[in-house]
């Protein structure tokens, strides 16, 4: 096996993975305090890129654009949460299901009104944009290496804020008992605020870090979305560890699947089949992983306590 | 639909349906044909929806992937030059029938939340599965040569006639209709409108609810299966687009635009929800910015849908 | 083999007369113990009432005998077989049917509904899908029977949602009789009652003493001593007292840990 090669897909992996985290915290979080099942979390990512995106070009300073772009994205959060979300909190899941579909429909088409379905390409600043050289062969991208380390670093201090803080306190005690956290005198209006941007600003921050790459586009939110389901799924609705462990998890499967997956078959299948069922088994891996694990877990790995 | 005036709407509509293919083009708009077909084809698959939706409570926000399962089933076989509808049919209602137990077994072991997104994530698998066929278009889609052939021997039947299949679509979705209004009656019924009711009060009487939300989630795979099979036949093109998300959440809108758990609610929610994307869509190109809020302000203030405005009052 | 019949002998006793016999249950939450060892044995044909102060256990020992939830240790025997490892709905198709502190009924159904609902449990075969339930004379002669038996009969068109709460408890018993258990199962059927519906669904119960046996919860000492024919003493867990109404009034223990309180 090309070592490498190993090594550059390990990195991919984890930069899916960490990706994947800083939506999934959001949205685990937000359903595990507010029972609210928010398909507009995507919007946000997109809005968040596209915010980055524009503001980059309008400072012509990525760092200032980014600066400028988060608390942007969380203003536009707490507008959306108070203005519409929150009339939905109380309603059941379709409901709610419906309403941020709506919303879906309705960002895309604004973003696409604004800023046209081309959506914006930025570029990487000269000091992200180079390569750190690691022996002969191996030669990592800088900005790889940046996104991998801002996940890990939102992960430890989401971590620590949940475990040790007193607003940590209050989020989890609202995941496992919702009512008693509104009893012990919270005002729960604000929390649920609190906890709404946080989330907000992880997945703005997410798209943030994907527009130099990946560049900003109408209905990017949406495929990472549905991945983000199954993170959620698989680490337990709730839980910021189950979260993480699912989400790097999800991004090696995926990445290591399509880079390997074609390989193993060969071994065991003609060339022909394998070059078939290749791409469609790795394009489905980590849904069935997914199953597999629902099978003998119908809560995830982590759940959280009182969530239904 | 309940009182007089609902189920005269209904029927006025069914026959708004049967003289499209004169109507249209003797106003001029013939495309409204085609129109109007799609909505019948839609219908079908939220009235298959609507089974477990409306009448058994469980959210599938996955339901696009069966209609795809159809489609594809007829577009493969007619592609490696198997035209045969008495094969294709049952293979590709078959089919659909086999995926949707096999999620459905996995997917109804959970509650809630996480029944909507699971039953969304497998329909994602299946839409990333039909992309990565390269073999059969991948994101292009695949042409489906010709419709299905009913010959028997030399009695040459199909419905290769643009009229032929408007009117079967329609005949089978009124016989759909038809079934699925004796299947809520019957026994069969009663259980699944009891799950949704009550489904803890049902197992302490002693009955295994699982089987029959199984069974209810399989057969509502296999009608959104035939719409598949129409749908192939009637487009003469399959696509992974058929399967995308966005499609089973347009379902499920069109089974809670209708109203929920009414007979006549898919037929109507499909009718204004294409109706209106059409409407909306020669207004402007970014019609989505109008239907997005307008969605939102059904579920904040009409939940009934269309159909709760036909309802007699104590049926809550 | 005197030894092999006698146990034959002692078995066929117990068949005749006890339908339900559990020993040493034991449940845990967490590390708060709901019950412990907790041994009841419930006779055929009789009235067996389960009192104790709240958070005793009642409605756990219940649960466990449902099946709605699993015991850490211990033992039920239920027509003289083991039903440890059946499922809830399984245990109530074999007789074991129960009402609930919070009444639970379709409330979406009309009343004669929520009965048909539990005749079509009782029967099995639901996979019907063509001929309406509206048009099976027998089960609709027979939801009507169960009605008219707690006293529904004229409201069978009635939504049940729109019923009086006694109504409903009604309800909820004529779908349980509907079942036709064995062991009936009734926790706290006076709450919420007025007088004259408690003194009605007294009446109600004793009738059924004759055909059914009847394992229930109650608070009302009144409700109990006159139609109980065995009691068990439930408290913190433990089955403090058994025996017959008379013996357990004279209890001690019993007085000190309940009816003192009452008192």
Redesign the interface.
Known sequence: MDIVLFIEQVLNGLQLGVLLFLLAAGLTLVFGIMNFINLAHGSIYMIGAFFAAYLTRLTESFALGILLALPAVVFFALVLERLVLRKFYERDHLDQVLATFGLILFFNEGIRLIWGSGGIAIELPTYLDGFIVLGSDLVISTYRLVIVCVGLVVAISLYGLVTYTRLGMLIRAGASNRRMVGLLGVNVDVLFAVVFSIGAMLAGLAGMLIAPIGQAQVGMGEQVLILCFVVIVIGGIGSIRGAFIAAILIGFIDTMGRAYFDVLLLKILTVNAAETAGPALSSMGVYLLMAGILVFRPRGLFPAQGVK | MDTAVGKVVSISLLVIFAVMPVLAPLVGEPYYVDVFARIMLWAMAALGLNLI?GFGGM?S?GHAAYVGVGAYTVGILSHHGVSSGFLQWPLAIGLSGIFAAIFGA?SL??????F???T???S??LY??A?????YGSNDGLLVPERSDFSIGTLHAGIDDDHAIYYVILCILVLCLY?KS??I???????L??I???E??????????YR?RL?AFTLSGMICGLSGVLFANFEGFVSPDLMH??RS?EV??MV?LGGAGMLFGPLFGATVFLLLSEVLARFTD????I??????LV??YA?GGIGGLFRGR??? | MQRVALGVYLEAVTVAKLLLSVQGLTKKFGGVKALSAVGMDVKQGSIHAVIGPNGAGKTTLINLITGRQRADSGRIWYCGGTIDNLSSEARARHGIVRTFQITSIFPSFSALDNAVLAIQAREGRNFGCWSPVRDDKGIQVSAREYLVQVGLGDHEDTHAAHLSHGQRRLLELAMVLATQPRLLILDEPMAGLSIAESKSMVELLGALKCENTLLMIEHDMDVVFSLADYVTVLDRGVAIACGVPEKIRSDIAVQKAYLGEVD
Do not use: C, D, H
Not at chain 2, 286 to 289: D, E, R
């Open positions: 939706l959210v926000f996995i072991r959970t509650r809630g939340i996480y909507i997104m699971i969304l994530a497998f994602q698998m990333f599965l992309v990565s066929l390269e073999q079934a004796r299947l009656a019957g026994r069969f019924g009663m259980i409108k009891g949704k009711s009550n803890t009060r049902l197992q302490a009487l002693g009955v295994s609810t029959y069974a998300w966005t959440g499920l809108i809670i970014y019609w989505n910015i239907f997005g809020p307008i969605l939102i579920v904040l939940k104590n049926r809550g």
